[in-house]
């Protein structure tokens, strides 16, 4: 073989290496996903089963809806602490407006999603104009919210027994369960206002430079509002979703789902600084966290051991994301 055959040879092999490491830099999360499934299909030969994959989506379904939303505030450069405590409360007023109002069914759901958004309309106000950064404005709905849950349902779970729109949302129709489809819907849906509407335009550019994005006309308040507007009605769905299942609204539903839809958002490769994320990164980044409980179970390990596990997981998303960060100032 000649020098220059050596020479192009290696150049291939050198093109094909980097071509590797930029498809795993960039999909990371789905690289993770796949060799987690592949392992898992040996280990615990009951994972493949129909089954076993239905209960994964349902399980991933709620913390995926609550994720959609985050999604649009990280980008955004911002945080939403209170998803867990709006849905509980979003899906309590839904169940509460029905049973012991008489509302009907459809519109104790429309009350709920209502009730979401203006919950994050109260935190995209005191961030924007009181310039309450994220973290607190959102610290301080979330003890709202769940304050407020506490109140109106004096502690007890409410029953949507007689509620079937409410509880259409944890059904499962010829074998298809309904938190998957809505996990799919609610995902389309925020991958259209992110990716083909001026909205998401001004989201991504809010988060990358806002004092660029002002001077480009964009309105700064009116973005910083609508995301946790979103948010907000993202998770009442997911509070939807959870009553549906369990035929009732309960006072504690959700509690901590905040920490695992922020984890999905980052380990699907969206930046805490802003500027950077996408829909489909975190999806599988709220299938990655169902797939890991989801053979945690399989395996009979301890449930305090699985919060460990999780934790060391958003560990390491968090840590990845400031190492890219690093690389990118460099």
């Not at 209960?55 to 985050?70: D, H, K, P, Y």
């Not at 759901?109 to 979401?116: D, E, H, T």
């Not at 944890?170 to 389309?188: D, E, H, K, N, R």
């Not at 009116?222 to 948010?231: E, K």
């Amino acid at each position: 073989m000649s020098s220059s055959q050596t020479d192009t040879a290696r150049t291939g092999g050198s093109n094909a290496v980097n071509a590797v490491k930029r498809f795993v830099g960039r999909n990371g999360a789905l690289v993770g996903l796949l060799l987690l499934g592949i392992v898992l299909s040996f280990i615990a030969p009951s994972f493949l089963t129909a089954t076993n994959l239905l209960n994964v989506g349902i399980q991933a379904s709620t913390i995926a809806i609550l994720a959609f939303g985050e999604t649009f505030v990280i980008i955004a450069a911002g945080i939403d602490l209170s998803v867990g405590a709006v849905a509980a409360f979003s899906s309590m007023i839904a169940a509460y407006t029905g049973a012991m109002m008489g509302v009907p069914a459809w519109l104790t759901v429309i009350i709920g999603i209502v009730v979401g958004g203006l919950f994050g309309a109260l935190s995209g106000i005191a961030n924007a104009f009181l310039r309450l950064p994220s973290f607190i404005a959102t610290l301080a709905a979330m003890s709202v919210a769940r304050g407020l849950t506490l109140v109106v349902s004096d502690g007890r779970p409410v029953s949507t027994s007689r509620n079937a729109v409410i509880n259409f949302f944890g059904a499962t129709y010829w074998g298809i369960p309904v938190p998957i489809v809505m996990m799919v819907i609610m995902g389309l849906i925020a991958s259209i206002i992110l990716n083909y509407m001026s909205a998401g335009r001004s989201v991504y550019a809010v988060g990358g430079n806002m004092e660029a994005s002002r001077l480009s006309g964009i309105k700064i308040h009116g973005t910083q509002i609508m995301v946790f507007v979103l948010s907000g009605v993202f998770a009442a769905v997911a509070g939807l979703v959870i009553a549906g299942r369990l035929h009732s609204a309960q006072p504690q539903a959700a509690q901590g789902y905040e920490m695992d839809a922020i984890a999905a958002v980052v380990i699907g490769g969206a930046s805490l600084s802003g500027g950077k994320g996408k829909i489909s990164g975190t999806f599988v980044g709220a299938i990655l966290l169902a797939l890991i409980r989801n053979g945690l179970n399989i395996l009979n390990v301890s449930s305090f051991w699985q919060q460990v596990v999780i934790g060391l997981v958003i560990a390491l998303a968090v840590s990845i994301d400031t190492l890219r960060r690093k690389q990118d100032t460099h």
